[in-house]
Structure formats: C-alpha cells, structure tokens
C-alpha cells in the first residue's frame, strides 16, 4: 500500500528553467513533509522540510508548497542547474511520532537538467 | 569523518545463503533504520529501532531479521538469500523522534542474490 504518491517518475528540465515535482498523501496524521535528493551511488540527504502550519517554506532555490485540504504537497526548484540533476524522494511522518518514528517514502523522481 | 557507515558495499550471494550487513554510526543516534531501494518503488523500510535492544518491524520485514545490541550498531540478516532480495540496502540513523535534523544515510550496500 503506497501512501504517498510521487510524480513523475522522471522529469527533463532545461537548465534555468523550474523543476516541480509532486506527491500526494493519504493518511490525515501525516504532518511532517521533507524531501530528500539522492546523487547516483550515494545515500539520500535532507534537502528540505515542511509541517503543516505553514502552506509554503523556501530555503534559497528550492520550494516547498503544501494544500493541506487537497493532502498535496510540491516541490519547486527555480533556475535548475546541471548540478540539481538527481533523483528526488517526498516522504512524510506523523510528527511527532509517539511510538511511531519512521518516515514513509514516495517513490523517487529521477531529474535531469539538460544545457 | 563522522556518519553512517555501511559494510560491504557490495555482495553477491548464491540463494539460499545467508549474511550479515552492519551499519555503523559514530552520532550517538538513538534511531536507525533500514530500508531497500528498488526501481520504481522508492524507499521502503524492513526494521527498524528506537533504542539500544529494541527493534520492530517496518513494510517489508519478511526473509529478515535485524539487532541492536550496541547503540551505534544496526545489523541485517538474511538468513536464506532469495532473489527477491536483491536490492540495494539503505541504513540510516536520527538523533531525535521530532525529526529535525532528518535522517543521514550511509552510502549503501548493493546486493545481488544469484
């Protein structure tokens, strides 16, 4: 059972053009939202993180925007660059977890910036 | 350098074989986990541990089983290899239930079951 849903499973972007990736979710108790970028051949890092009091977060080039009526959540990346080129998870969390800390994974959007 | 480090990086085993994959972390992280990734199904978590002698099971815990004896170490077992199991693993550690500070992943450990 696939509780966030991640789209699309792959993405071309011109470079300085704007990359957004999006996942939707199901369960209502989720109520932390971080996006993780996995380089090929590394582990995925924290790029970015959101909880739902707030509808959008933006840490220099990337945001993210959150419809907590539509359980949605997007991330924007502007004036992508080559370097940007990997592949991207959404995940989400209840948060606190009470007993239940793991976060749930979409599955992966693998991003390309071409010149 | 401090992290999350996993051994081996990778193996090949003939089905039916049994291993062991350790996951090491040098943060004084209270939880770690682990996870496989595979091709168009992202993440998806096999055990994990909130505490030195616990553990519990994730979304994909069947053909394996997981320790934490020492607080810095997370070990997977397979104990009958199947080619089901061929994936790359993924550990990963937090330091706190509030996530705040994410997880950090090791670099991973791909593994092919022949």
């Known amino acids: 059972q696939q509780q966030v849903k991640q789209s699309p499973q792959s993405l071309i972007v011109q470079k300085g053009g704007i990359s957004i990736i999006n996942c939707a979710y199901e369960?209502?108790?989720?109520?932390?939202f971080p996006w993780y970028q996995q380089f090929p051949g590394k582990g995925p890092a924290l790029l970015i993180a959101?909880?739902?009091?707030?509808s959008e977060k933006k840490e220099g080039r990337f945001t993210i925007s959150f419809n907590k009526s539509a359980k949605q959540f997007s991330l924007h990346i502007m004036d992508s660059q080559p370097g940007d080129s990997a592949t991207y998870f959404c995940?989400?969390?209840?948060?606190?977890?009470?007993?239940?800390?793991?976060?749930?994974f979409g599955t992966g959007t693998r991003l390309t910036i071409i010149p | 350098n401090a992290g999350v480090t996993q051994t081996p990086k990778f193996r090949v085993l003939k089905t039916g074989q049994s291993m062991t994959l350790l996951c090491a972390q040098d943060?004084?992280?209270?939880?770690m986990y682990w996870y496989r990734q595979d091709p168009g199904m992202g993440l998806r978590l096999i055990h994990y541990?909130?505490?030195?002698?616990?553990?519990a099971k994730g979304e994909v815990p069947d053909g394996y089983n997981v320790s934490r004896l020492k607080k810095q170490n997370f070990l997977l077992g397979l104990e009958s290899a199947a080619p089901s199991q061929t994936s790359v693993y993924f550990c990963?550690?937090?330091?706190?239930?509030?996530?705040?500070?994410?997880?950090?992943f090791g670099s991973g450990t791909r593994l092919t079951v022949v």
């Open positions: 990963a550690s937090t330091p706190d239930r509030l996530g705040n500070y994410g997880y950090t």
């Open positions: 369960n209502t108790a989720f109520d932390y």
């Open positions: 959101i909880r739902p009091d707030v």
């Open positions: 995940a989400a969390s209840i948060f606190p977890n009470f007993g239940n800390e793991k976060l749930t």
């Open positions: 943060m004084n992280h209270e939880y």
């Open positions: 541990s909130v505490g030195e002698g616990t553990t």
